[in-house]
Nanobody, 129 residues
Framework: QVQLVESGGGSVQTGGSLRLSCEMS???????????MGWSRQAPGKEREMVAC???????TVADSVRFRFHVSRAKAKETLYLEMNNLKPEDTAMYYC????????????????????WGQGTQVTVSS
């Protein structure tokens, strides 16, 4: 099994910045199957949406709504995932989830409809106007 633990959420004002982190752990056989990691978010009353994804082939996908404001990266043997969020807006308010899968980012989006195999518990981001 793979475990994902997010950190870094909080409350900021419009225009502020936050950096989310996600640590992946688990049995080595399962961790070694992970090819992509990403961030999704869900606001109250809305469906969960993919925000950003990065995979071992260096493919990155970023939602149009956050393009040029959010940046996704991986570090530490690709077991730590980050989301740098700048120029935050009230509409970015949501629970942010770290997720991982054995397929590439395109596969997660098109074959799995954004439903990664593994999910963290989420971290809340609140942006006030």
């Amino acid at each position: 099994q793979v475990q994902l633990v997010e950190s870094g959420g909080g409350s900021v004002q419009t225009g502020g910045s936050l950096r989310l982190s996600c640590e992946m752990s688990g049995d080595r056989n399962s961790v070694n199957t992970i090819y992509s990691m990403g961030w999704s978010r869900q606001a109250p009353g809305k469906e969960r949406e993919m925000v950003a994804c990065i995979d071992d082939g260096n493919q990155q996908t970023v939602a149009d709504s956050v393009r040029f404001r959010f940046h996704v990266s991986r570090a530490k043997a690709k077991e730590t995932l980050y989301l740098e969020m700048n120029n935050l807006k009230p509409e970015d308010t949501a629970m942010y989830y770290c997720a991982a899968d054995s397929v590439d980012c395109t596969g997660v989006a098109r074959l799995r409809n954004g439903q990664y195999a593994y999910w963290g518990q989420g971290t809340q981001v609140t942006v006030s106007s």
